[in-house]
């Protein structure tokens, strides 16, 4: 597949929005040997500078409570341990730091039948996960304060973190390598007939006509570019989530990615720590001002409960990102819709977009080119849900 033209006014498949889930479904479908269309992604901010990607804690974990969520988190791992192989161009070989330092959940003794549910089915997918009652988990991290715990689950291998910025371009550098042609634009219209989508309308280029339209619009943009398809109910919507960097003497460095029974999450970052909580209330936002109280008032104080080296933290840089904020179930909604079936959705992984990016990838240039999912069936994601008021039940949300 090459560049295609400038001026090229018709594609096979438009995607809307390039960040870390449209470039992957772009690669995968270059990727792709049983397809030969034509693929423009269009994104309006090439920068990246309020993507959810690049604002991320960059996290992969296989601790959810479900089968589908554990199975993609596996397939990134797997991608990311051979990303050198599958997304070099040239003699760049990308390195996005994946550190499988772990996740940590903990659990007080209410919380404690629920973890050992989720851990019996993780480990049943495959994933590497260790359960500690409450004195091995004062024996494999001393620096806890682990009276009030019950138990905890600790990833040994394949959880950890990454760079997101890194990952998003070596998708797009891939994917452009591969054929890919990525427009600065801004879908600003549909034009939908006979209950398909027969162009995409964008502000600079005009009309660009497609024979599929995926929208992998981020948190501020998808549930707009649905309805400019007459797509009414997308329940997609932006979530300020507020990062804060501390430093800690005293507090060791080889911890895994620890989330409180609390919510409140921290992990090191080189010599520091990064942590953070969803705020209640949580309320649709559109900016990106840094909550400092959340920090002062919940964060800090659960932090020095939990591991008392963080008594005496010294706070650093913060800064605010978006969540794509499914209020439905906050669990990803893929694939076409089921009236307008050429107008796919890629959105609303609350959170879990970077590490879900390759099997939504994987999954989606499978239904282009086949029709059908060939290794992971991720169907029970489908708008249908939606409309039926269906919700996906995942107990792990962070």
Known sequence: MSEQAPDTRMYDIIIAGGGVIGSSIAYFLAAEPAFDGRVAVIEPAPSYAHASTSLSAGGVRHQFSSAENIRMSLFATEFLRTIGERLAVDDIVPDVGFHENGYLFLATEPGRDVLQHNHALQTEQGADIEWLDSAALAARFPELATADLAAGTYGRSGEGWLN?????????????????????????????????????????????????????????????????????????????????????????????????????????????????????????????????ALFEEVIWPTLAQRVPAFEALRPGAAWAGHYAYNTLDQNAILGPHPEIGNFWFANGFSGHGLQQSPAVGRYLSELAAFGEARTLDLATFGFERVTAGRPIREMNVV
């Open 164 to 292: 997101p910025y890194g990952l998003l371009q070596a998708f797009k550098r891939k994917a452009r390598a591969l054929g890919v042609t990525y427009i600065e634009d801004e879908v600003t219209g549909v034009d939908v007939a006979d209950g398909r989508v027969t162009a995409a309308e964008c502000a600079q280029r005009g009309r660009l006509d497609c024979g599929l339209l995926i929208n992998a619009v981020g948190a501020r943009g998808a549930a707009r570019l649905a309805a400019l398809a007459g797509i009414d109910d997308l329940p997609v919507r932006p979530r300020k989530r507020c990062m804060f960097v501390f430093e800690a003497a005293g507090a060791g460095r080889d911890w895994p990615l620890t989330v409180d029974p609390s919510g409140v999450y921290f992990r090191p970052e080189g010599d520091q720590f990064v942590c953070g909580v969803g705020p209640e209330p949580d309320p649709d936002c559109k900016d990106f001002d840094v909550d400092t």
